[in-house]
């Protein structure tokens, strides 16, 4: 594995391996985990060439939150990128991939706006803008994402086939530790008495899939489990949590088909999103 | 020369033309005149395969501007590419280049709101937009545009720049008529006493070079000497003229370097623009 700082030296890497090879794109922000490798993985058996770029994206960080504070592990992070079979470790600088004078900005519009969106203004068109400036400047055939983030998907998705780039979108199911917490490189700030209750926020939700399982339909009676799962842990600081339809993200009174639920919380000062899919067959979501 | 209406063709076609190959856009709105020519003659010198795209762009036309009734002449338009050379003439659908649910927009920022983006709110953000997307899906080499369109080479510029395209811009000089008016697809609806006056524009605009060249540096003066030039021909009316920086655009009230005189005048329905660089050395613009 090679890791490689300029774009114009990963641009010119990739020209020279030749063209017509299959290139997989693992956007990260580094402080890998296991789900960031299952990713590579999984693009390690795709794709010819396996390109991972680390960049904590100073855009979709809003004022106040955790730009500053994000964890950086370089290090650690090229040895599990190698460990992955990672071909190209990409770690360009703030200015590589803003360069002075930018000025451009890629909004998604409605689907960037809500949930996550309400609650960090800017944040999806920060996510929409660096990940159409790395498919613009990789080109990459396959690029990889975690169900995790279920709202940025949708931007991401919203934005590749908008601007109408070639990129094949894959999405792997959310790796989580033995108790359900879903893997995130936030976790490890979590102090071990909100770690001890991290857990509550998958759990909630699959009391509420649960219910649904059961046959409950009403969207007010299954977000009202989750919160009610939340609230027997004073620590946890619910900010929001929405049954939407899977695609569009607006909210559902009523479950008819497929529907997805989203939630987040604090905790300290670190925040955590964690979503399921009720769906009557879980289709494999990638 | 072959023309493909579906992107999907488009995109397989080069693919199958075979890697390596350097490809060259033109990007235009068809209705093709001897400034879209000579685009496609440079390309066709410079890449193996030339593609032009043929696309009245919705989104950067307002409401109440020329939409409906823009020039189309697509027979004409396929014998004089053929003839120029061209590989593949794309003409997408507007489905094609937005999808239904389409939301995504670029925006280029304060460069595009300026001059013609006063005048036509939101024409830019259209540009940037589809341009982003005809470089999304074809990942041209190379692509070509007029200087004519002074501001729009800006406004493409910068955003090419910041999303990272790897793709070679080539700015090549106005095409002009025998009597000094810059080709323009606009041209044709000209009716005869506008297309009488018409060269006024550009007349005005080298006034005010010769001006210059006799080393006058303020901008109010070489401004007004446009303006009085315009005045003189009453069916004129201008919109704009502006001395400004060559590569920001932001008004200069003095020429200490270079500068470009940018100007924007209506005679009846039709809209027309031009521009002149004022150089020491005029630096061919590609």
Redesign the interface.
């Known amino acids: 594995m090679r890791t490689i700082i300029q774009?114009k030296t990963l641009?010119a890497t990739l020209s020279a391996v030749g063209?017509?090879k299959r290139v997989g794109l693992v956007p990260t922000m580094g402080a890998l985990h296991e789900g960031h490798l299952a990713l590579m993985h999984r693009a390690r058996r795709e794709c010819d060439v396996v390109v991972v770029s680390l960049f904590v994206n100073p855009t979709q960080f809003g004022p106040g939150e955790d730009y500053d504070t994000y964890p950086r592990h370089l290090a650690s992070d090229q040895v599990k990128a190698k460990h992955a079979g990672v071909d190209f470790l990409w770690t360009p600088g703030v200015d590589d991939?803003?360069?002075a004078?930018?000025?451009?900005?890629?909004?998604?519009?409605?689907?960037g706006r809500r949930w996550e969106g309400e609650h960090r203004p800017g944040h999806f068109r920060g996510v929409?803008t660096v990940v159409?400036?790395l498919?613009?400047?990789i080109?990459p055939h396959r690029a990889y994402f975690g169900q995790k983030d279920y709202q940025q998907v949708c931007v991401i998705r919203?934005?590749t086939?908008?601007?109408?780039?070639?990129t094949t979108l894959r999405i792997l199911q959310t790796v989580r530790e033995a108790d359900g917490l879903a893997m995130s490189s936030r976790n490890e700030r979590l102090l071990p008495t909100a770690r001890a209750v991290a857990p509550a926020l998958y759990r909630s939700l699959q009391s509420a899939r649960t219910m649904w399982k059961r046959g409950e339909r009403r969207a007010k009676a299954i977000t009202e489990c989750v919160e009610s799962g939340l609230s027997a842990f004073p620590p946890i600081q619910g900010e929001y949590v929405a049954l939407c339809h899977p695609d569009t993200l607006e909210p559902l009174h009523q479950i008819t088909d497929k529907a997805v639920l989203l939630a987040a919380i604090r905790l300290g000062s670190v925040r955590l999103i964690d979503n399921i899919v009720l769906a009557a067959r879980l289709s494999s979501p990638d």
């Open positions: 774009l641009q063209d017509g991939l803003y360069p004078g930018d000025q451009t900005v890629v909004d998604v519009g409605a689907i929409a159409a400036k498919f613009a400047a080109q919203q934005m086939r908008d601007l109408r780039f070639p």
